[in-house]
C-alpha cells in the first residue's frame, strides 16, 4: 500500500512538471526600434534572430514598429518578451510597463552617446541662434537625439521651435533627417553622434558617397546620453531571461558578434545596465516641457 501511494505520488509530481515545462514559451517576442526604416531593420536583425533560436531552441518573433513609441506600446499590450530600446523609449517604457533593462550598449568602450544639431555646410548656420527662421527636421518624437535632447537644448538656448522655426517636421528616422538636411528640404535637422568630434556619426552611417558626407556638419552636440538598452519583460521566466541577457554578452566579445550589432544599431556591444542610469533622460524630458504621459499619448508634442 505503501509502495502504491509513493507510486502515486511521484506520478502526480511528474504531471505538475510537464504542467510547468508547458507554461514555458515557446516563442519569444523581440522588439526592435526603427531607427532607420524599418526594412533595414529587420533586415540587420535577422542574424541575431537566428543565434537566440539556435541558442535558445524557440521560434523568434521579430517585431518592428513603425515608430518609437509603437514598442512601449507593445511592451504595455504584453505583446514583447525583449526589446532593444532608446534612452526615451526605455524611460517611457518603465513608467508604463513592467520592464527591467538588464544592458546598455557601447560604442568603442564608451556607453554614451550624443545628440547631433545638423546643416549643410554651405546653409550659413554656425549656430542654434541662426536656427531662428529656419526650416527644422527632428526624427521620431519618442527619439532620444532626434527629439527629447535637442529640445532640451533649445530651450536651454531659449529657443521655441513651434515659435521661432519656419517650419517643423518629423522624419520619423535618423536616415530621413540626414537625407531631408542633405537634399535641402530642410535647413537643419536633429540626429545622433557617437563621439563629439563627428568621427563617428548617423550621416556618415547613411550616406554612402564621402562627397555627400563632407557637404553635412554639426554645428551643436549634447551632453553625453546613457545608451541604448535591452530590456526584459517582467513576466518572462527568469531562467529564460538570464539566458537571453548572456547571448548578447557573448556577442558582444565576438568579433562576427561585434559585426552584427554593428550593422543593426551602429553599437559594439553591451555591459550591465541599472534604470539608475537613465535619471539623466528622465530629467531630460522635464528639460525639454515633454510631460511623459503625452509622449506616449501623441507622436507629434
Not at 526589446?83 to 544592458?103: D, G, I, R
Not at 520619423?172 to 537625407?179: E, P
Not at 539566458?243 to 548578447?248: D, H, L, S, T
Request: charged share 25%; glycine share 6%; proline share 5%.
Amino acid at each position: 500500500m505503501k509502495n502504491r501511494y509513493l507510486g502515486l505520488l511521484l506520478t502526480i509530481l511528474t504531471l505538475l512538471g510537464c504542467g510547468d515545462s508547458a507554461k514555458t514559451p515557446k516563442i519569444l517576442r523581440v522588439g526592435f526600434v526603427p531607427a532607420e526604416d524599418a526594412a533595414a531593420v529587420m533586415q540587420n536583425a535577422q542574424p541575431i534572430v537566428e543565434i537566440l533560436s539556435k541558442q535558445l531552441g524557440m521560434e523568434i518573433q521579430p517585431f518592428v514598429a513603425t515608430d518609437y513609441t509603437g514598442v512601449v506600446e507593445a511592451l504595455r499590450a504584453n505583446k514583447l518578451d525583449v526589446a532593444f530600446l532608446t534612452p526615451a523609449s526605455y524611460v517611457l517604457a518603465k513608467n508604463e510597463t513592467n520592464v527591467k533593462v538588464v544592458l546598455k550598449s557601447e560604442r568603442k568602450g564608451i556607453p554614451s552617446y550624443y545628440a547631433a544639431i545638423i546643416t549643410r555646410v554651405d546653409s550659413g548656420i554656425k549656430s542654434l541662434d541662426d536656427l531662428r527662421g529656419k526650416s527644422f527636421a527632428f526624427g521620431d518624437a519618442l527619439s532620444t537625439t532626434g527629439h527629447v535632447f535637442p529640445r532640451k537644448m533649445f530651450k536651454e538656448r531659449g529657443i521655441d521651435p513651434v515659435r521661432d522655426f519656419k517650419q517643423v517636421l518629423y522624419s520619423g528616422g535618423h536616415d530621413a533627417t540626414v537625407l531631408a538636411v542633405l537634399n535641402g528640404k530642410v535647413d537643419a535637422g536633429a540626429t545622433y553622434a557617437n563621439s563629439p568630434d563627428s568621427k563617428d556619426t548617423a550621416w556618415m552611417r547613411y550616406l554612402k558617397n564621402p562627397d555627400d558626407v563632407k557637404k553635412i556638419h554639426a554645428i551643436a552636440f549634447s551632453e553625453p546620453i546613457p545608451a541604448d538598452n535591452l530590456v526584459i519583460n517582467g513576466n518572462l521566466d527568469e531562467r529564460l531571461a538570464k539566458k537571453i541577457e548572456k547571448i548578447f554578452v557573448e556577442l558582444s566579445a565576438d568579433p562576427k558578434g561585434k559585426k552584427m550589432l554593428r550593422e543593426l544599431y551602429q553599437i559594439d556591444g553591451f555591459v550591465s545596465a541599472t534604470d539608475k542610469d537613465y535619471d539623466s533622460v528622465r530629467q531630460a524630458f522635464v528639460d525639454a516641457g515633454i510631460p511623459l504621459k503625452e509622449a506616449l499619448q501623441k507622436k507629434k508634442p
